[in-house]
């Protein structure tokens, strides 16, 4: 393992992939997720952030879902 001293950012040392610069966040019945942005419109859903468990049993809102068809 190696540590590495410096006063860049690890954004800077460690440049973000394209995948992940197509992040967004959406608000999809009033409860917030974080989606990969396709392009066209699409965007599939990667994470619900939500702190109430009743969110997370809805299926419109599960990992894998699409938005924006």
């Known amino acids: 393992m190696t540590i590495l001293y ?3 950012s690890e ?3 460690f440049p ?3 995948a992940e610069q197509s992040i967004v966040y959406e608000t ?3 409860k917030q ?3 990969y942005d396709h392009g066209n419109g699409k ?3 990667i994470q619900l952030m939500s ?3 009743q969110d997370y049993m809805d299926p419109s809102l599960q990992p894998g ?3 924006g068809y």
Do not use: H, R
């Open 43 to 45: 965007k599939q859903i």
């Open 51 to 53: 702190t109430d468990p």
């Open 28 to 30: 999809v019945n009033n």
């Open 11 to 13: 954004y800077d040392v």
């Open 65 to 67: 879902q699409w938005l």
């Open 16 to 18: 973000q992939s394209e």
């Open 6 to 8: 410096t006063p860049l």
């Open 33 to 35: 997720v974080k989606c």
